[in-house]
C-alpha cells in the first residue's frame, strides 16, 4: 500500500481503494490512508478505537472516504466551469507569517505542514465537500429520487457559484449561499462546516477567515445577514468564530 499512498489532503482516494491490497489491512489501516488523502492532522487521535468521542476506525474511514469523494467529484465540475479557479482550490496553501499550524501529530502530516495547509485543509477544500454532503442529505436516510434531486440541485449551484468567482474563497461563499437558499440545510449546519472554531484552531489561519468573511459581506447576503445577527452569546454556543 506504501506505493499508493495518496497525496496528503488531495483528496484523490478511490484508486487507493480499488487496489486489492487496500481491502486486506484493517479497518484503523484503511482509514489511516484516508486521513492522509483528507489532510487530517490528527489521524492516529481520530482513528484510535479507544476515542470514544469518535465512531471508531470503520466510521472514521467511511467519514473520510465520502469527504474525499466529494471533494474530487466537485473538482471536476468546477474544472468544467473556471480551470484557474480548479488549480486554485487544489493546489496547497502556503502558511503566512504568524499562522503557524496549531495542533497536530507529526507521524500523521508530511515534513512541510508547519508551513503549507494542503487542499483539502484550506477553508475552501475543507468546507466545501462538507457542506454539499450536508445538502446532499446522505447521512439523513433520505429516498434515492431526493437525495438525486439534491445532487442535481447542489451540481447547479456550484457550477454557477464556479463561472463568477475568482478564488476559492468567493466560490465557498457563493455555494454556501446557494445552498442555504435552497433550503435542505440550516444557516447554523453551513456556519458549523465554514467559521468553525476548531478548525481555526487547527490552521490559525486567521487570514483565511478573514477573506470569508469580506467574500460573503460582498457575495453572499442570505448568509451574511445571518452570520451578522448572531449575537457573541450566539456565536459561542455554535462554537462559530
Not at 174 to 194: C, P, W
Not at 214 to 221: D, F, G, K, N, T
Amino acid at each position: 500500500m506504501q506505493k499508493e499512498k495518496p497525496q496528503f489532503g488531495e483528496g484523490a482516494s478511490v484508486s487507493v481503494m480499488q487496489n486489492p491490497d487496500f481491502e486486506v489491512v484493517s479497518d484503523r489501516e484503511q482509514a489511516l490512508i484516508m486521513a492522509w488523502a483528507n489532510g487530517c492532522s490528527k489521524a492516529v487521535e481520530l482513528t484510535d478505537p479507544a476515542n470514544v468521542s469518535r465512531p471508531g476506525p470503520k466510521g472514521m474511514l467511511e467519514r473520510y472516504a465520502q469527504v474525499n469523494f466529494w471533494f474530487t467529484e466537485l473538482g471536476r465540475l468546477i474544472n468544467d466551469e473556471n480551470r484557474i479557479l480548479f488549480e486554485q482550490l487544489v493546489s496547497p496553501v502556503a502558511r503566512i507569517e504568524n499562522e503557524n499550524a496549531g495542533k497536530y501529530e507529526p507521524e500523521s502530516t508530511p515534513e512541510d505542514y508547519q508551513s503549507v495547509i494542503p487542499p483539502m485543509g484550506a477553508l475552501a477544500g475543507y468546507a466545501l465537500p462538507r457542506i454539499f454532503v450536508e445538502h446532499l442529505g446522505l447521512n439523513a436516510g433520505l429516498q434515492p429520487k431526493e437525495v438525486q434531486d439534491r445532487l442535481i440541485s447542489g451540481f447547479s449551484i456550484v457550477s454557477e457559484a464556479a463561472k463568477t468567482s475568482a478564488t476559492p474563497i468567493e466560490l465557498l461563499a457563493r455555494t454556501a449561499d446557494g445552498i442555504i437558499r435552497q433550503g435542505n440545510v440550516s444557516s447554523e449546519q453551513v456556519l458549523d462546516h465554514i467559521l468553525s472554531r476548531g478548525w481555526l484552531e487547527e490552521h490559525h489561519a486567521q487570514s483565511m477567515v478573514d477573506e470569508f468573511k469580506a467574500a460573503a459581506s460582498q457575495v453572499a447576503p442570505d448568509l451574511w445577514d445571518v452570520y451578522t445577527e448572531l449575537s457573541d452569546e450566539d456565536k459561542t454556543r455554535l462554537d462559530l468564530v
